[in-house]
Each structure stands twice: as C-alpha cells, then as structure tokens.
C-alpha cells in the first residue's frame, strides 16, 4: 500500500478490492512514523488502539459499514479541539487538559466511520498565520523544510499534504484554515460560521471561530462537510444549513478580482503570474472577470488585529496569559494582551462600520457570484519569519483576514508552482468566497476549477521504487472509476491512485468502429493538450493478464503527467487513427461521453 494516494476515491476502491480498515490504519501509523517533520504531532494514540478502533469498523455489519460515508478513513484533529483520550494543549503544555468528551464535530466524523490518529501542533492558541508560534517546534512546507507551512493549522495542513491521513480538522479565525493549504498544495475549506460546531474547541474570537477542513480534493472537503455538519443545540453560534439550490456553472458565472492597484505580492512575481493564469483559466471555464475596488474587504480586515475585536481574544485567553506569561510565546502574549486596551465604545463603533461594510459587500454580491483571491500573497522562509514575527504574519493575511467578519465562506484551492525566483518550486493557492452559505456553489466552481489546473494534490510524489509489487498504469477511457471496463482492474486487485492529467503533448481521439466507442491517446511533437486520466496500481504479478487483453491499436507505453511524473498508460498507434474522430477539445473521455449523452433524444 507505499503507493496508495489517500484520497476517498482511492481509499473506497481499496476497500472495495479487499483492503480492510484495519490495514489503512496500519499503513497510516506507518506513514506517520516516517515522516521527516517530528513537529507535526503534539499527541498521538498508541498505535494498538488505532488498531483497535480500525478492527472494530471491520467486524462492523456490512449494512452498517455502508451507512458510514467515512468507513476507516484516518484523520487528524488540531490541537485546541477536544478529542477524548488525549489532553488539549493548544500548544500551550501549562494550559493542557483532559477533555471528558470529543468536540461535537470530532463525533460527527467518528460516527460516519473516521479514525483519529492524534492531535496536531498549531500557533499557540490558534494566534498566526505562520506555523511557527509553538514551543513544541514549526512544522515545514512540504514542498522545502526552510519554508514556513503556514498557521494557526499548521500540523494538520501537513498531515494531509504529507500523505499521512486523509484529511484534518482545523480552525478559521483569521485564515488559518487556507493559508496553510495554499504553502502544502492542499484544499482548505472555511465553511460559513456555525455549520461546524465549536463546542470542544478552545476559543481564539468566539464570535468569529470556525472549524475548516483540509482534504487533498474539494470532493473530499466536501464529503467531511457533508459528515460534520449537523446542527448543535447545545453551541450557542451554531446554524443550521440552508437548503441550496442545486449549483452548476450554468451559461457562466461573474467573478470579482481586485483591480490591479489593490493586488499585493510583496516582491513575489511568480505569485503575481500564476494568479493571473488562475484568473484566465477560470474564464476559460465560463466566467466573466471584473475588477472591483478592494478597499472595503481591506478596511474591514484591520479590524481583527488593528481594531477592537483583538479584545475578544483577551476574553478567550488573556487570563491565563497573565497568569503563566513565561510558559507563553512571546508574539502571542503580545497580541492578546494587547486587548486590554481597547474600551466598549469603540468596539461599538467597529460594530457599526463593520455592519455598513457588511451590506456594501452584500450588494456588490447581488452582480457577482464569487470573489477571487490570493490564498497569501507570498510564503516565507522560517528564519525570515523569527527576524519579523509580526509584519511578515499580517502580509499573510492580506487576503483572508476580512473573511469571517463579512460572514463568508470560502474555499482555498492549489493554483500551481512557482517556476522561478526565491521560492521556485514552492505552491500558490486562490481562494473563491460568497456569502454564507454558499458551499454548494464554492464547491461546484472549484471542482472544476480543479480539474481544469491539473495539478497533483499534496507534496511532491516520489517515483515509485523498482521492485515494488506494483506497477502504475494510467487509463484514459472505459477503465476509468465508475465505467464499464473499470472492473478488469478491481478484479486484479488494482488500486485507485490519483485523478490528474498528461502532459499538454497529446491528441485525443475516439477510434472508428463504435459504438462503444474506444479512445485513443497519440502524443504529438506540437499542438497536444492536458487530457484527464486516472493512476491505477496493478499488482505485477496481474499485469501481464491485464497487457494481453489489449486490442490493436491500442497499447501500453509510457505517459508523461501534467506533475512531470512518467508512468505506463494506454497510447494509441498512429495506424489505428483512420476514421477516428478527434475529442482532444473535450478534455478526456467522460466529457466526450456527456457529450454523446445529450444528443440522445430523451
């Protein structure tokens, strides 16, 4: 299983195959024994009763074990919410406890079939964006340990990216649930305040707090969503979820992006070009970009640091800080005690802006279906973060800050990798936010926005070793999850990968001679495109079956990804394209099957 990506697809056509819950559970204990980033954990449960908890799904019923969306899917929880059997220290060992119960949201996802493997490091009482602020270490960028792996969410962004479990819980005050999956090439999810209960988890801005979620997929996001959120009467923010119209692109959509003058990189080009190839492919899916004046979303982002809603993290937590100011960090006592000196009458007055910028935002919505951003207008090196703690941790919030106190959900997506300068090879991420309760909408754009970028989720994969027992093989047609040849893998035990796409060197075509019809893959030395495709792994043992079924054109050969990887895959011998139709424009196989679909009458 060294190979098996764990995305949900991946997992369930694991399961479906054969493997058990119990042998997930292993592979993840394994995975985080060997990670090289000792300062992603603060806890962990023993590894014999993860075991358990894994053996137990197993014995389950299988009516049962279909009821549960989440069957034996591991997952880590930040460490300011509460899971029974290990102590909440908020990176903070003088404030630990011993919760008596899992947060509400915890149970939620326990109950649907997820197994927790612990408790995550994070900025000391949920206070930055950088990942840094913890006296139990600075978990790193997967992408290059010398960089930061953003904040307050640190552990748990990393756990994901790291390939160690499925997806992590953490929270949103001020941007930690994106920020840290824009630096590790995840998806974070800011759901709209109250869907997600907060009891159990400890309060940075009560008022203002969320629980986000970090998957490799927004598919995945979404699923952990679906789990987690019921309503909870006994949290005094919680709200229910409004029923939504089903969302689809439709004939096209309005997205908002801040006017040029209002854009800050901070010296970072690579970041400045890859958000503008973000915003061209998003109309290269239907959408039409118009520049707005940012200056009401940047004036209500002062005010959760530069105004008086800083004091509602001196209610949280400022006693305690006074009380154990040596066993704190530094920037994080600075910031909340910092509070004490704001008054009530000008916290009424921000009320009273903040309200006014509120419907402001609410009209410019009424023209507009989704604002675009930057996750964080750049990312920064460890040591250049310990020189300037403070004025590198506000540029990081440049473009989430003002999100929870608009009342928006948003959600961060990979936007592709820096080519050059500083921080070459490092990820970017946007962000797309409406208004609460908007998720089905956010999801839908994303996915597809998604899809378009191509880009392999997580860290960087390493190629597989030689003498593993597994080959990749990457389909392109009818072998796809969910199609009609699919189960000529599943029956050899092969295992669901990753869903990305080729390299922009091939044509598409589907062959003469159907229906069914038959794609064929031919790599061109100009004019190719990035076609879909799924990453399976074959048992070697079944491979040599699985070749001798391939007909003429067709063959097996090697495939260059849109990630640089090379694995073997399904081409097409120039001989076999008499007669085809070429379907290069449909981007792969299930949208030149839609296709075909909506001409059948009826």
């Known amino acids: 299983m060294k190979g098996l990506s764990f995305s949900l697809p991946s997992l369930m056509a694991a399961m479906a195959s054969g493997v058990r819950a119990e042998d997930i559970a292993r592979e993840a204990l394994s995975r985080a ?50 899971v029974e059997g290990l102590p909440t220290t908020a990176a903070c060992p003088a ?68 390939g160690i479990v499925t997806f992590a819980l953490g929270t949103d005050t001020a941007g930690s649930g994106r920020v840290p999956a824009s630096f590790n090439n995840i998806v974070g999810l800011k759901p709209t305040r109250g869907l997600l ?48 119209t089903p969302a689809t692109l439709g004939e096209g959509f309005t997205f908002a992006v801040p006017r040029a003058s209002d854009l800050q990189f901070f010296g970072d080009d690579e970041a400045a070009r ?73 916290t009424f007055e921000a009320i009273y802006r903040l309200e006014a910028l509120k419907r402001r935002a609410m009209t410019l919505f009424a023209d507009i279906d989704v604002l675009v951003v930057p996750t964080a207008p750049t990312i920064y090196r460890v040591d250049e973060i310990a020189a300037e703690p403070v004025k590198l941790n506000s540029r990081l919030g440049t473009y989430t800050n003002f999100m929870n106190l608009l009342d928006m959900a948003g959600i ?9 300068g500083r921080a070459a090879g490092l990820p970017f991420g946007v962000t797309l936010s409406a208004p609460a309760f908007s998720e089905g909408k956010l999801g839908v754009l994303a996915s597809a926005f ?82 879909e495709l799924e990453v399976w792994r074959v048992p070697r043992s079944a491979f040599g079956g699985f070749m001798a079924g391939v007909p003429q054109p067709l063959c097996i050969g090697t495939l260059d990804l849109v990630s640089g990887r090379r694995v073997k895959g399904f081409l097409c011998e120039e001989s076999g394209l008499d007669g085809a139709e070429e379907i290069t ?3 792969g196989w299930r949208g030149f099957m839609a296709s075909r679909a909506e001409q059948v009458p009826g």
């Not at 919760?99 to 612990?118: C, D, N, T």
């Not at 979404?222 to 409004?242: G, H, L």
Request: net charge negative; charged share 25%.
């Open 95 to 162: 404030f630990a406890y011993q919760p008596k119960e899992s947060a509400f949201a915890v149970r939620q996802l326990i109950e649907a079939g997820a197994v927790p493997l612990g408790k995550t490091n994070l900025d000391q009482f949920a206070t930055g964006l950088v990942g840094t602020r913890s006296p139990l270490g600075a978990p790193r960028s997967v992408f290059n340990h010398d960089y930061i792996s953003g904040g307050s969410s640190s552990g748990s962004a990393v756990a994901v990216a790291a």
């Open 274 to 346: 890859l958000f503008g190839e973000a915003c061209e492919r998003l109309e290269e899916l239907g959408g039409r970009a118009r520049w707005i004046d940012f200056s009401l979303f940047a004036e209500a982002a002062a005010f959760l640091y530069d105004g008086p809603f800083v004091a509602e993290r001196t209610a949280a937590i400022g006693k305690f800080i006074e009380a154990h100011e040596a066993e704190t960090d530094p920037t994080v006592r600075g910031i909340v005690l910092g509070g004490r000196d704001r008054n009530a009458v000008e």
């Open 33 to 82: 024994d060997a990670c090289n980033d000792p300062a992603i954990w603060i806890s962990r449960f023993e590894d014999e009763e993860v075991i358990a908890r894994a053996k137990a799904l197993d014995e389950l019923p299988r009516e049962v074990r279909a009821r549960m969306p989440l069957f034996g899917v591991p997952f880590a929880v930040k460490d300011n919410i509460d």
């Open 197 to 244: 209960s907060t009891r159990g988890v400890v309060p940075a801005c009560r008022s203002l707090d969320c629980v986000s979620i970090f998957a490799l997929t927004v598919a995945d996001a979404e699923a952990v969503f679906d789990a987690a959120a019921s309503f909870d009467p006994q949290d005094i923010y919680a709200r229910a979820r409004m029923a939504e």
């Open 412 to 420: 961060a997506v990979p936007a592709g990798i820096r080519a050059s």
């Open 450 to 531: 998604e899809r378009a970028q191509g880009l392999t989720p997580g860290g960087p994969v390493p190629p597989a070793a030689p003498d593993e027992g597994f080959i990749e093989l990457a389909v392109v047609g009818a072998h796809m999850s969910g199609l009609p040849l699919n189960h000529e893998l599943t029956s050899r035990g092969a295992m669901f990968v990753e869903r990305t796409k080729t390299a922009p060197v091939y044509r598409f075509y589907a062959l003469a001679g159907g229906p069914p019809f038959r794609p064929g893959l031919v790599r061109v030395p100009e004019g190719g495109s990035s076609i």
């Open 585 to 587: 424009s449909f981007g």
